[in-house]
Nanobody
Framework: QVQLQESGPGLVKPSQTLSLTCSVS??????????WSWIRQPPGKGLEWMGL???????YYSQSLKSRTSISRDTSENHFSLQLSSVTPQDTAVYYC?????????????????WGQGTQVTVSS
């Protein structure tokens, strides 16, 4: 059973870069057909897919966040990371990492099988 755990600072100042890491256990991030995503939920809003890194290291980003988002991985540590630059208070949200096993990549949060518990990130001075 794949398990995911987010970690990172809970408070980030405006204009800074938000950095989160998702540690994976129970499976390898290089396992064929797995995709590893970052998804967030601002207060009072729905889930928003931000981007993913596939098992082969290829990355895909939401068009609306593409200019500020970077997802990378460390295969030796079996984790993947999110960096979101130039944050504003509108980036305040619960951030989740999630995984999906399928030959088809998905940008739909509800199609993800495995989820971390989520971590609250607040952007404030």
């Amino acid at each position: 059973q794949v398990q995911l755990q987010e970690s990172g600072p809970g408070l980030v100042k405006p204009s800074q870069t938000l950095s989160l890491t998702c540690s994976v256990s129970g499976g390898s991030i290089t396992t064929t057909d797995y995709a590893w995503s970052w998804i967030r939920q601002p207060p009072g809003k729905g889930l928003e897919w931000m981007g993913l890194i596939a098992y082969d290291g290829s990355t895909y980003y939401s068009q609306s966040l593409k200019s500020r988002t970077s997802i990378s991985r460390d295969t030796s540590e079996n984790h993947f990371s999110l960096q979101l630059s130039s944050v504003t208070p509108q980036d305040t949200a619960v951030y989740y990492c999630a995984a999906r096993s399928s030959m088809v990549l998905s940008t739909t949060p509800n199609e993800y099988n495995y989820w971390g518990q989520g971590t609250q990130v607040t952007v404030s001075s």
